[in-house]
């Protein structure tokens, strides 16, 4: 597996697509800091891009390196190598890439403005770890949209659908069930319809550590309410875990059935 | 060696493989020929486990593959088409398949072999289609495993790369491998098989020798053969 990881990872962090992803962050890390003059404000700012961009680019990315690396997954499978190791190692590739991008090129503008020394560290490691689990979960979704999918177009079709699905649609049909059942109890519904979207949750986990109730929102007063706030982190995080892992599981699994 | 029984394969509602058995248990040279579409790559990529049957058996070395990988080790394979990723480099291929197999290989002698000392720090999706056929020799050969599979190993060779490869296959048959060919030329079947396996819709036609199957449709060549066989099918 690691071997198959290394290639992955050496493959990708030479492809010119790498460097724009951490330049972008490098960018955007000094713009920020140099315009809010603040830590804290430029952290809640990068949050609202992490939240949309990590799960975008994700998506893109996975679906785009596995159907590019297609004859580099047919030549390992005549290898005497095990087929779930090849797409993990693959998988993990991509993912640690793209992570590695979101953590150095934000990392580097942070450390320069001192953040080692700031009070604000543990908010920046909690926004870096949540925007790592959404890399790792939408890239995993990402690949399986790909084994399903011989045809590269409606994959990368239906990798865009589910983004948009889960970064724009999902809330506005959540506001709009929580205005037409105004009349019912809806706290249970709420947490749970959280608990479906990885990128609500990351928002939660976030704006929970940050304590901005203004910007908690009727989700995240629910959540607090529900489980204060560091169980509500501890069970995002749980949460945001196994939406890592189940569709890593199903990668291996289909993995396992496909014809090459 | 090779044993397959009862194999089954279809693609969506295409029957490929139906009721294959096939066994080979001595060494040698086997043609697999047939029609485009006979199931010719699917048989091949079945016994390397690229595509999963759905039913039947093989046994390769007396173990059952089914989702097994360890066995691929004692095989060498040479893709019909040969794809590799874009953005390497031959060197940087080659050393790479060595690291995953771990074993010892003698890839300076075929490089040397199809000369391809030139192009070996060039990137693959700037080769042409006959030196990455080249390229796809070297990964084939390098290892020493008693089971050589060759799916159409002619495409795009020039006629020195050709006498060179069939020189190799001699010697890999003398050295008592079992080596599998798809080809469409006649002309090298009948200079290097030992035998053919004759795949159609699906199923096998005929395994005999060579002047078996010439018999069999009585015909003096072996082209003819094959295309009398194939129209009084149709």
Known sequence: MIKVLQYSFYDLIRSRWSYVYLLFYLVLGFALLFLN??????????MNIIIVLTPMIGTIFGVMYFYSSREFTELLLAQPIKRTTIFIGQYLGVALSLTLSLVIGLGIPFMFYGIWQSS???NFALLMISGSFLTFIFVALAYNIGLKNDNKIKGFGYAILLWLFMAVIYDGLFLISL???DD???DKFTLLATMF???DLSRILILLKLDVSAL???TGAVFQKFFGTNTGMFSSLLVLSVWTIIPIYFISRSASKKDF | M???TNLYKKFGKVKVLENVGLSILENGIFAILGPNGSGKTTLIKSILGMVIPDAGEIKINGQIIKGKWDYRKDIDYLPQIAQFPDNLSVVELISMIKNLRGKHANDLELIELFKLGPFLDKKLGNLSGGTKQKVNLVLAFMFDSPILILDEPTTGLDPISLIHLKDLIKKEKAAGKTILITTHI???VEAMADEIVFLLEGDIYFKGKVDELKKKSDRNDLEHAIATILSENE
């Open chain 1, 37 to 46: 003059n603040s830590v804290s404000k430029s952290i809640i700012t990068l």
């Open chain 1, 120 to 122: 604000e560290m543990m």
């Open chain 1, 179 to 181: 205005v037409v059942f």
């Open chain 1, 184 to 186: 019912y109890p809806l």
């Open chain 1, 197 to 199: 979207n990885p990128i």
């Open chain 1, 216 to 218: 908690l929102g009727y």
């Open chain 2, 2 to 4: 090779i044993e397959i």
């Open chain 2, 186 to 188: 006649m002309d090298f």
